[in-house]
């Protein structure tokens, strides 16, 4: 069950390197559903490996406490398609950036392809800046809904001051 997404024309992955946030969230799970009241906005920063992909490195505020973790994106055949094991589930997910201007904004589908998150799916707004414009928002809500995503799984992170700064 491929996605229908499409992804981001001669991506350039260098430009896509450097810190994001993490302003938009949709998935189809139940533990986001469950938890989504609670999250908040959290910081990423992408920088490339020796092999080609790239270490996301997010930091998160989890009970209190600054959480890091980083996911090693493999490079997946096309230029802006990864894909990652999750060490937590033991899955397998591709990611593909869809869309992005480099300096404001990337729309970001996730799908697990397989293990126990195979049906798990979702679309994640990074923003350079911890404001993202309505514009952006507006073109994530859209992107997140043509991927079949309903209003109520579609969400905006709150801006936090909490676990944002360089370590």
Known sequence: ???????????????????????????????????????????????????GGLNLTSTFLRKEQCETRTLLLRPAGTPGCYSYTSPHWGSTHDVWVVTTDYD???????????????????ATLYSRTQTPRAEIKEKFSTFAKTQGFTEDTIVFLPQTDKCMEEH
């Open 104 to 122: 404001e904004f990337a729309l970001l589908y996730t799908a697990g392809t397989k293990g126990l998150g195979r049906d798990f799916h979702m």
């Open 1 to 51: 069950a491929q996605p229908q997404v499409s992804l981001q024309p001669n991506f350039q992955q260098d430009k896509f390197l450097g810190r994001w946030y993490t302003s938009g969230l949709a998935s189809n799970s139940s533990w986001f559903r469950e938890k989504k009241s609670a999250l908040s906005m959290c910081v990423s920063v992408v920088a490339p490996t020796a092999d």
